[in-house]
């Protein structure tokens, strides 16, 4: 069909020359002849004005120069979906649809060599056996809504694509849900589908005919992708409540803040949430959000403006509940992530030790992270929550781990000191107990390395002397060692574990290998062996003290 024979409709999605425009008016322009589209520009900056020409408004749009003017003939109204399949999958005779001029690289002389591009043919032979796909990508075909009123266009897709299990429609031309449920209903393999970027239209309300349609054709998706379609909370609800089956949402990048009553016993069986770069001020609000998940593992809420999280749900730890009461928020809860919000107390950190079942934390970009250097930080927060196992996608060692909590019972040992040595017995236990609620693991920790001692936390000049640890290095193994292969010697708490593995093997006269594992056995819990791993750290990375044994384990 000619483009200049179309019937454009105000809101229609088109492109223009590449550029995405929704359609604001269509009619004759004032002293111009012929049929004018008015469209707002996706991206304002290609834009003129915003609806006003010579004086006569024509259209409204959201920037100032946002809209423009356009004959008809410049404007397209997209492709279906089996037209973008063939043109990202389809057979390419001879080149296989790859540029060589395109294939090179630039040496430090400037120069250029060409790249060939092994396997392409074979690739794009693979790729055009449209029923053995089962991830089909098209972001920013252009895909228009078409397939929700031409049959013959769907059923060309569904029919070559009958196997797709992922599909990903972002950044197209797509507004009506209706496009994606004549789709979805045919590929009874879908089980992901994305549709970021694209603007759609409300959703229709729960219960209403066209509801129910939807929920029939969504019915097998388990993960759903909707970053940036500018959707509240309420048409958040309305997908929880259309897609049956959904384990995942993406729903990153819109415009949820404030939500409204939720029924007390609705549920939704999600096991990862991702509302990332959301409006969302409260953490009530996302504890408002989440109690109807009861099977969330994942939950992302990095890039909302929360300053604070709180459970109020359960008390503090005291010194008559020692071990911190879990919350009976977010009882699955494994991985949470939490980047660029505006948290500034420790305090918050302390909240997530009710989350009894989290393992894993994903921390930062806050204005908390300034308060000392990445290494401490990272120290305090694994200090303060005992059962993490990855803090910012790195594993805590059994020995950065013990380190980090020693220095804690240091760090804060004075401020426990003075309030077990306060003589009035109710100031004493006000004390104890507000320490507590600030420390909630400091009595868990006093329990498996036991209480600071004085001695410890003296300041100490920074002389060579004053930095020595008196270590006893044995040979042996978990069994114990050899006769007379025992030896104590001083050594710099700044050496690394390479520059030990050298120094024990002339202490010893034998050759260390790097499979060689060497063993801290500490003094106070020597139950705890702490294996030096990494032969770059410095032993002060491990906490070692004097009086500690180092073992060297031999077969």
Known sequence: MATSDLNFQISQRVTIE???????FVGEVSSQEGLWLGVE?????????DGVYNGIRYFSTK?????????????????????????????????????????????????????EFVGAEKLNI???????????????????????????????????????????????LITKWSTLAALAKRLPHLELLDISENHMEPLPPAGSAAFDSLRSAFKSIEVLVVRGLGIDWTQLQILLDLFLSLKHLKACYNQVKDVTEIPEEKQWPLTLLDIDENLIDQWTTVLQIVKHMPSLEV????????????????????????????????????VLVLK???????????????????????????????????ETVRQLILARLLRIHLLNRTLATRGERRGAEIDYLKRFGKQWMEAEAESDPAEKQRRLNEFISEHPTY?????HYGPPESGELASKPQSLKNQLLEIEFQMGNDQG??????????????????????????????????????VCIPRKTPMNEIPLDNALRQLSFYSIESGDIIRVNIE
């Open 18 to 24: 590449g550029n995405y425009a929704t359609v604001r």
């Open 41 to 49: 520009w996706d991206n304002a900056e290609r834009g003129k004005h």
């Open 63 to 115: 920037n100032p120069t946002g809209g423009s003017l356009v004959r008809p003939k410049k404007v397209s109204p997209g492709i279906s979906c089996f037209e973008a399949l063939q043109s990202r999958y389809g057979l390419i005779e001879g080149t296989a649809g790859i540029d060589e001029k395109e294939l090179f690289i630039v040496g430090k002389d400037g120069t250029t060599s060409t790249v």
């Open 126 to 172: 693979q790729q055009s056996e449209f029923s053995s796909l089962i991830e089909v990508v098209l972001p920013n075909m252009s895909i228009s809504d078409q397939d929700g009123s031409d049959e013959s266009s769907v059923t060309a897709f569904t029919s070559a694509a009958v196997n797709v299990r992922q599909l990903c429609l972002a950044r197209n």
């Open 299 to 334: 939950l992302q809420v990095s890039g909302c403006p929360i300053s604070r999280i709180y459970f109020d749900d359960c008390p503090p730890a005291s010194m008559a509940t020692p071990v911190q009461p879990a919350t009976s928020h977010l009882s699955k809860l494994r």
């Open 340 to 374: 660029n919000n505006l948290i500034d107390s420790w305090q918050s950190i302390n909240e997530l030790v009710k989350l009894a079942s989290l393992k894993e934390l994903r921390f930062s970009d806050q204005p908390l992270c300034l308060s000392a250097t990445p």
């Open 443 to 447: 009595l868990q920790l006093i329990d």
């Open 481 to 518: 060692y050899e006769n007379n292969m025992k030896m104590t010697k001083k050594v710099p708490a700044t050496m690394t574990v390479q520059k030990l593995k050298g120094m024990i093997g002339r202490m010893f006269k034998i050759t260390l290998t790097d499979e060689v594992l060497l």
